[in-house]
């Protein structure tokens, strides 16, 4: 079973600032995706990276999976309050989670 | 088009009793998994069903359980209930016949409570 670690596992930042989250695994990724959960709901899903390299933007969100596909990354760029939430990363093929980012963006 | 439905959405129960989760994927899914997140553990997977069958399962004790219909409707049960089964318990439907494969469209889960 793949375990998954991300960082930072709190992180509060105000308006405007930039910044970026990680998720980390002990091997290799067939494939990889980021959810982000809001209170009270259940995650949804942002991105599914599957290549080595690769990069993904969606709007302010810049996603990148590490050219050994054991590593990801998840940039936001002038942060926004909306994009409070809990930043979850999966490992596809065993579907499991890792513990999250829970952002803050202050207005 | 309807989401993953899940009942009850708020549930308390004392510690010994059991309890039954219900999960109805979306229309055309046919598996669905489920994942017990608590604020210490993050999201922790339990089981995946896939046409009637669990194919996969999460590293829990035996006193979780699970089953799926004809449906494609799931329930979960756990038994013997303890202080630190209290968790929000998500449910996640996705269209790939392939394990593992393709988004997981979740539930807004059912909170559990044990007194």
């Known amino acids: 079973t793949q375990l998954l670690e991300q960082s930072p596992q709190f992180l509060s930042i105000q308006e405007g600032e930039n910044l970026t989250v990680y998720c980390n695994s002990s091997?290799?990724?067939?494939?990889l995706q980021w959810y982000r959960q809001e209170p009270g709901e259940g995650p949804v899903l942002l991105v599914t990276?599957?290549?080595?390299?690769e990069v993904k933007k969606l709007k302010r969100l810049t996603f990148q999976f590490g050219d050994a596909r054991k590593d990801s990354s998840l940039h936001i760029t002038a942060a926004q309050p909306g994009d409070t939430g809990l930043y979850l990363c999966a490992g596809v093929a065993d579907m499991r989670f890792g513990a999250g980012t829970r952002l803050t963006v202050k207005p | 088009k309807a989401g993953v439905t899940q009942t009850p959405r708020y549930l308390i129960k004392t510690r010994g009793q059991q309890v039954t989760l219900s999960c109805s994927p979306i229309s055309g899914h046919r598996s669905v998994s489920w994942y017990q997140q608590t604020p210490g553990q993050g999201l922790q997977f339990l089981f995946e069903?896939?046409?009637?069958?669990?194919?996969n399962k999460g590293n829990f004790p035996g006193r979780f359980s699970g089953r799926q219909f004809s449906n494609s409707r799931s329930e979960m049960n756990v038994s013997t209930l303890e202080l630190g089964d209290s968790a929000l318990y998500l449910c996640a439907s996705s269209l790939s016949g392939r394990q593992g494969r393709g988004e997981l469209f979740f539930g807004e889960g059912s909170r559990l409570t044990v007194l």
């Open positions: 091997s290799v990724f067939s494939s």
């Open positions: 069903y896939f046409s009637e069958t669990q194919r």
């Open positions: 990276v599957v290549t080595g390299g």
